[in-house]
């Protein structure tokens, strides 16, 4: 008789989802972060469902048998350290769960700052009739930076209802169907001062990392609005504090920070002109369910011996797709 | 040689703008209301810029020789008095100007509440990471009340990222091009209990006041939202505070209130589950260059004779359409 495959998971914030039906296919072993060794050990499989943590180079040496990591999140930023990158173990990710609502946010927080919804419900809270113009969307042009099934999701989504998209990512390209024209990140100061809203949704990398430099940020139009839902540290964020308390930029949108929680006295809470929302786009509706069952479908591919959906290239510290993705 | 047109402008907190081109084609008297029942003495045309105006019922004694009343607005309920609806005064209004920045903020209103950026905005008034779900707005369902040209462009909007839509209007019907199916408004009570967001963009009349009655707020989802950026007496304001009080209904988005500006005490200004807007949503980018190039088309049109667009009906109190409009 085969041994039964061993999966190891790592519990986290919320409740594991689908456990049940995991029990019927392998041996389940769930545990918090400090029995995680213990774990690994035998495990064929490991399930972080807590995608944010990062326990696992602690317990790394008991991981001898692993042969197969899936995250329940989209960016591995805080995942991939040396061992792991250098081992056998594939590693994949919750590629497609968060295309819809991603690209919901960012549309969201688009219409939040064109319509100045912010200094309004600042207003609502002193109960002051603060009439204001807003801006329409429709027409203005934003350039999405990461070309993953986040980004082009979003593309797509920013294009029905009438903005005009372009594309940044890895290499330029003429013609590509969600983004039109695609531009190479290395030319992102010369590009960005053309649009009116542009958009983060890369993963950081070490290519990717301050892509958004003093520099780009002085490239960008005062009317510009810089959406940031990939990484925090996409971004040069003192740079950027400094762009905003001069006024040379419209305003931000940051649903991800260098530092999170955001320290209670960063300058970022304060600016009228900034929203800060806490690492929340990517959760809506059923995103717990569909993470859950999006494992369950991989694992079954997986004890079939069948290649596996959002493999990470973890060299490229991402899913190399480049097309959207149906999972 | 023929008399030259008059033109009475009641100019508003804006400065009137194209007054240039319309010295160009008529004697324009621009007038603050305290002056309008001179500048109304021989005048053949109305044009009010001061589109919340309600001086004109004082200055009609004046108005013997006016034949055309031209409102910069598109809801005209404060400037239908008996007089001028008994009158053979041809009356249009601002069709088609708003119908962008109106089906935008309608759009926005659904992501701010979807996503819980007012309950977020306000924990970051107060450096608080306070993380919470949002929801997807994609696969929803919502209702627009109002068939119009602002209703129609809103419904568009909608179908395009996913929102499913249905509307109505004074007559029901199964095929509609925007809406799909279109319920009679008398039939609200028996229908709002299927949507997740319910949409005000109808005309206030006397057949649409009060139309959100408590009886139909107390059929809506507990789940729903109420966007109103139609008028606010379409809504029995104190039932909509005591559902919301009660937590009978997920919470309102509201452009437009009964009495503007919200009085400082009132208690919609307090509710977190509420945003309120200051009667911005029609207002963005080159609203006003708009209504000025607007009105100088129908005066062309006007001098030449022909039909004008967007005449009110005096007696239904819209321009009844039921089509989209291009101007």
Redesign the interface.
């Known amino acids: 008789m085969t041994r039964r495959t061993v999966i190891a998971v790592l519990e986290g914030a919320h409740p594991v989802r689908g456990l049940e039906r995991l029990a019927g296919l392998a041996e389940v072993r769930v545990t918090p972060a400090e029995g995680l060794a213990r774990a690994l050990d035998g495990a064929d499989v490991l399930y972080l469902w807590d995608y944010f943590s990062g326990a696992l180079p602690a317990a790394w040496h008991a991981a001898g048998s692993l042969r197969w990591l899936h995250v329940a999140a989209a960016g591995v930023d805080k995942l991939l350290f040396p061992e792991l990158v250098a081992s056998d173990v594939v590693v994949t990710n919750a590629h497609g769960v968060f295309d ?2 991603m690209a ?2 960012v ?2 927080a688009m ?2 700052a ?5 200094p ?6 002193e ?1 002051r ?10 027409g203005s042009r934003a350039l999405v930076v990461g070309t993953g099934s986040i980004g082009r999701a979003t593309a797509r ?1 920013l294009r ?2 009438g903005v005009r998209v372009e594309g940044a990512g890895r290499t330029a390209r003429e013609h590509d169907d969600d983004f039109g024209r695609v531009h190479a990140t290395a030319d992102l100061a010369a590009v960005v001062g053309a649009f009116d809203y542009v958009i983060l949704l890369a993963p950081l990398t070490p290519a990717t990392e301050n892509l958004v430099s003093a520099e780009v940020l002085g490239a960008l139009k005062p009317s510009a609005v810089l959406i940031n839902a990939g990484r925090g540290r996409l971004v040069d964020e003192d740079a950027l504090v400094g762009r905003l308390q001069a006024g040379a930029l419209a305003g931000a949108v940051l649903d991800t920070v260098a530092v ?3 320290p ?3 300058p970022l ?2 600016l009228p002109s900034v ?7 990517s ?3 059923s ?1 717990l369910d569909d993470l859950a069952a999006q494992f369950e479908r991989n694992l079954l591919l997986w004890l079939e011996g069948r290649p596996l959906p959002g493999v990470v290239d973890k060299t490229l510290g991402y899913v190399p797709s480049g097309r959207p993705s149906g999972g």
Chains 1, 2 share one sequence.
């Open positions: 819809q609502p919901e946010y549309l969201g219409l939040h064109a319509k100045g919804f912010g309004l419900r600042d207003a609502q809270r109960a009739w603060a009439w204001r113009e807003g801006r329409n969307i429709g989504l029905a209802v999170e929680p955001l209670p006295a960063h809470w304060s929203f800060v929302t806490p690492h929340m786009a959760n809506a509706d995103w």
